[in-house]
């Protein structure tokens, strides 16, 4: 990419902002990160961990500091006495911990938490913005790196999971995914290898979600090292990282639970699979034979022996990693909204998820063919296969659409460097800079939410807003503090609320949305669609003594959609049980309670 020379600063100053990036990068994620705790104060005062796995997060830590020993991930409030297997780590719950520590001496134990959660998920935002400006600054300009910042600030869902009580893991693979984009990029070849390898194994000891990525930058390392051989250390150090790297993962972090076989977390089923692929790799990198069709053909068979040994050793995990019933993928897993694919979405919620990864991936694919005689081109081209394969997992899944805003920066970023320097330029410079804002809009994707603002397109059906306010008032504290009133005790409630509630309150419950507890998912559903007598049976084999529903919750619709004559839709529809007796819960309360007799 050409580097356009900016007449608006002084060559000295440009010359302090190319050699200080990153201190200014950490000066400028400080005060984004000032102003979101600011702008969120509110909602960080009332703990509003909207997403079930954020609540979820917290348990996590409570349990940890509360006692519960480093290796036991179970959570006894959900399912008791036996408790729900949670299959994370703690990696992510160590700065959450620390936050919590830090502040309790000062500010008291309710305040240090409600405030951990409100910091923690800023401290990843640091991670992603250095490593977008490394980026940038290696494939675009050296003094490109502030697009980055502000095309981050203008994604939608990936800025989300940076925001203040946003404290599950998300943030952090992006950071790393991030992290690894910059490696691939990184004209050190060792230096970029090891970040690349590093990110790979913090990624996978937090959760399996960036697999996908994490395959393709190797098979990336791979094909560079094929092409070059002069790539050997990016690869030998990409092979030792990634294969110590996971190790330590495992042996600091994996639960007693997850040193099963199992196929969705870093167990020790992906823990050998990946040491393997990193040991083949380390012995292509020492042998490196001078042909590249040989290097090619070394890189084949070390990644069949990789499948093989994977598809011999393990072959229940070559399905669906969360191994669930058929019954309740049908009933639970197919129904998550963010499992769906992009198309199946309402068009307010996909068009402006989509419309920044199309943008960047024009812009990459442009960039990569005006590097094909340029050093940046393996970079580019290492660009803009990530951002096809994030674009493409978009029509599998629209959980796919952080990852694909994050890569599609870069290619964006580009488009904006090209128009430079006619905005740069000295002669009509208001009417330029106002060109430079609309570019930025349009280029950014930003225009695609204000148009749907402006022209109200596919806006939410009144059912819809019923729904999602329903949904939204009975998850917060105020709904539920009421009933820390009663002694503590198990409740009988939808799936989706079990983590609020024994967040928020004493009280225990019995399922929440985690796959490797369908027995007690398909207990909830069972005792909700199926005949009253039944959801008597249900609720009186998991010890719960009180009923608690939230009228039109989302995941009430559910229930009254596939049985209408269930226990639920009946409930809902205003019928009495003889043994249901109605509970007036103190204050005012969407919640409804029922006494289990």
Known sequence: MTHPRTHLLPVRVQALIDRHWV?????????????????????????SLGD????????????????????DLTNYRLDPPVGFNIHWSRLVDLPIAGLIVLLRPIVGGVEAEKLACGIAPLLPMAITLVALGATLRRL??????????????????????????????????????????????????????????????????????????????????????????????????YALSLGGGA?????????????????????????????????????????????????LAAAVVAGGVVAAFFALAFPQCLGRPEQVTPELYQSWLANVREAKPIYKHPLRVAIPIAT??????????????RARRDRALVGWACVALFGTFAALMLLWQVRAGPAAQLLAIPGAAALIWLMMPWFVAPRFWWAKAAAAAAAFVLVSGSFAQLAIGWFRIDPPKPYV???????????????MAPLNRWPAQTMFTFVDLGPRLITVTHHRAVAGPYHRNGDAILDVHHAFERSPEAARAIMRRHG????????????????RAKAPNGFYARLARGERFDWLVPLAIPGKTPLRAFRIE
């Open 140 to 237: 675009v300009a050296p003094l490109a790196w502030p697009l980055g910042i502000a095309l981050f600030l203008a994604t939608t869902v990936c800025l989300g999971m940076f925001m203040p009580d946003r404290i599950d893991h998300h943030g952090w693979q992006l950071a790393m995914l991030a992290v690894t984009v910059a490696g691939l990029c990184d004209p050190r070849g060792a230096r970029g290898g090891a970040l690349v390898g590093i990110a790979t194994a913090v990624s996978l000891t937090i959760g399996l979600e960036m697999l996908p990525y994490a395959a393709m930058a190797g098979g990336i390392i791979a094909l560079t090292w094929v092409w070059d051989a002069g790539e050997r250390p990016r690869l030998a150090a």
């Open 465 to 479: 807003q019923r729904v999602n306010r329903a949904t939204g008032r009975c998850l917060t504290i105020p709904a």
């Open 356 to 369: 920044l990864p199309i943008i960047g991936l024009i812009g990459a694919i442009l960039a990569t063919w």
């Open 52 to 71: 079930t796995d954020d609540n979820m997060r917290l348990m996590q830590v409570r349990g940890w500091l509360a006692g519960q020993g480093w290796f």
């Open 23 to 47: 201190r200014l990068t950490l000066l400028a994620w400080l005060g984004i990160a000032i102003w979101y705790v600011w702008q969120r104060w509110a909602a960080i005062q009332w703990l």
């Open 544 to 559: 719960a003594t009180i009923l608690l529903v939230c009228p039109n919750m989302a995941e009430s619709t559910n229930y």
């Open 247 to 295: 190790a330590a993962g495992f042996a600091l972090f994996a639960s007693i639970a997850n040193r099963a076989l199992r196929c969705d977390a870093l167990t020790p089923v992906w823990l050998s699979t990946v040491v393997l692929a990193g040991g083949l790799l380390l012995v292509l990198a020492w042998w490196s034979p001078r042909h590249p069709g040989v290097r």
